[in-house]
Every structure is written in structure tokens, then in C-alpha cells.
């Protein structure tokens, strides 16, 4: 009897218990509105997870909002900050 069924069915096997479901969020940031951004986050996290998914991807800058130029100061925050 040849093995290499077995094995075959095995990787499949495995490959699938090692998957994963992934969210993509296509978001519309308000420019400059970081708390509001992250709550919006959190509402398309719920969501992501509800649906099954343990990966969720957003664009880059959704948290500040897009084409900052002039406020990237004042939405500029500490990775600990809390309201993140």
C-alpha cells in the first residue's frame, strides 16, 4: 500500500486547521477625528469578529484620516496613548 495518499489528505488536513479568516475593512476615516476613527475601528472589529474573523486588515492612516499635511501635528500621539 502506497503512503503518499495519506500524507496527501494529512498536509490538506493540516493546512486547514491552520487557516485563518481575515477581515478587510474598506473604512472612510474622518479627517483629523481620531477618537471617532477608533471607534470605528472597534465597530468593524465587532462586526469581523461576529463574522468569524481573527484578522482584521484597515488601510493605512484610517485612524487620522487621509491628506493630514497641516494637522499631523495635532493627531500625532504616543503608540501607549489611551485613547487607542
Same mark, same amino acid.
Given at each position: 500500500?502506497?503512503? =503518499?495518499?495519506? /500524507?496527501?489528505? #494529512?498536509? =490538506?488536513?493540516?493546512? =486547514? !486547521?491552520? +487557516?485563518?479568516?481575515?477581515?478587510?475593512?474598506?473604512?472612510? $476615516? @474622518?479627517?483629523?477625528?481620531?477618537?471617532?476613527? /477608533?471607534?470605528?475601528?472597534? !465597530?468593524?472589529? @465587532?462586526?469581523?469578529?461576529? @463574522?468569524?474573523?481573527?484578522?482584521?486588515?484597515? $488601510?493605512?492612516? +484610517?485612524?487620522?484620516? *487621509? *491628506?493630514?499635511?497641516?494637522?499631523?501635528?495635532? /493627531? @500625532?500621539?504616543?503608540?501607549?496613548? $489611551? #485613547?487607542?
Amino acid at each position: 500500500m502506497d503512503a =503518499r495518499p495519506r /500524507v496527501r489528505r #494529512q498536509a =490538506r488536513a493540516d493546512a =486547514r !486547521s491552520l +487557516s485563518i479568516r481575515i477581515a478587510i475593512a474598506q473604512c472612510a $476615516p @474622518a479627517l483629523g477625528a481620531v477618537r471617532r476613527n /477608533v471607534d470605528m475601528h472597534m !465597530s468593524w472589529i @465587532a462586526r469581523a469578529k461576529a @463574522a468569524g474573523a481573527r484578522l482584521v486588515i484597515f $488601510p493605512e492612516l +484610517s485612524l487620522t484620516g *487621509y *491628506y493630514l499635511k497641516d494637522l499631523a501635528a495635532d /493627531v @500625532a500621539c504616543a503608540a501607549d496613548d $489611551p #485613547q487607542l
